[in-house]
């Protein structure tokens, strides 16, 4: 079998993949079904927002491509909902200086999964490292389950600069608590090895 591929997507493009993309968020979460309408309005909404850069890891096969993993993000700015969320907690929790730093000028990775049968070769450390490469933003900011002991995801992004913005968040309309997580960019620079993914 060939090795998987990274790729840069336009949003053109990321509209057409959409399916195949879902299914990788099915896959990686688990979401209950009544979740996904909502999850493909929120992902075809930020194809929109200003910035926007998509990156998908296909596996090669005869008859085409399957998806793997993706990322996406784009420039954070007030009137997102996640931003405006994010920005009202870390006011009232940190202070308005604190929450501007992180957010006035902020990169935010939206997603990245992994399917769980191609998890633990480095493609979501490939995907993030390339999305965040070359960002002009002073900073990165990003949304994860908040578990102990620490998810892989949160391992991973601990590895290159991240650190918890807010613990333990519960985001508006329920569900399981989050961290929110922030780094300045550049991201730190790792030694470990990262995956065999040919662009």
Known sequence: MREPTLREIDAKTFRRLLGGLLEVYIAAMDPPPAQLPGR????????????????????????????????????????????????????????????????SDAWEVA??????????????????TTLCAGRRERTAVLSTLDRRPQTPAQHLYRSVGFHDL????????????????GARLPLARVEAPAAHVPR
Request: aromatic share 12%; hydrophobic share 40%; glycine share 12%.
């Open 166 to 181: 807010l613990s333990a968040f519960e985001f508006p309309g329920g569900g399981p608590p989050y961290a929110v997580m």
């Open 111 to 128: 997603e990245l999964h992994v399917r769980p049968d191609h998890q633990g070769q480095g493609l979501g450390r490939s995907l993030l």
């Open 40 to 103: 493909q309005s929120i992902m075809l909404r930020h194809a929109t927002y200003p910035g926007f850069r998509a990156l998908v890891v296909e596996q090669r096969r005869v008859f085409g491509a399957t998806p793997v993993a993706f990322a996406y993000g784009f420039h954070g700015a007030a009137g997102q909902w996640w931003h405006d969320v994010v920005d009202r907690e870390l006011r009232e929790r940190s202070g308005r200086e604190h929450a501007t730093s992180w957010l």
